[in-house]
């Protein structure tokens, strides 16, 4: 059964934005929602969460460049990205937990690949 449901990714150029969306019932089990990256040849690391009550964080290298967002009424959460780079390549993935760190505890989805190129 697949938990989480990833899209909104695609090819980008540099300088570009790209809104990735979360679906999954597990946000009603959680407080807290994750977004993660794997870039190629990466480890899969966590670059943005939020919580139920609006706590948001996020890793240095996407600051001032993505929002997150959530809508619990819907089971969805956004990942709006904006001066997109080359590094922030990779396969975008969201999962759930406790708090930062730690949001990674249901199995991973599918992922939504992003490509910035020109």
């Known amino acids: 059964q697949v938990q989480f449901v990833e899209s909104g990714g695609g090819l980008v150029q540099p300088g570009g934005s790209l809104t990735l969306s979360c679906a999954s019932s597990l946000f009603s089990g959680y407080s807290t929602m994750g977004w993660y990256r794997q870039a190629p040849g990466k480890q899969r690391e966590l670059i943005a969460s939020?919580?139920?009550?609006?706590?948001?964080n996020f890793k240095d290298f996407v600051k001032g460049r993505f929002t997150i967002s959530r809508d619990d009424a819907k089971n969805t959460a956004q990942l709006q990205m904006s001066r997109l780079k080359p590094e922030d390549t990779g396969v975008y993935y969201c999962n759930v937990g406790s708090g930062w760190p730690q949001l990674d505890l249901e199995p991973w989805g599918q992922g939504t690949q992003v490509t910035v190129s020109a």
């Open positions: 939020i919580s139920r009550g609006g706590n948001i």
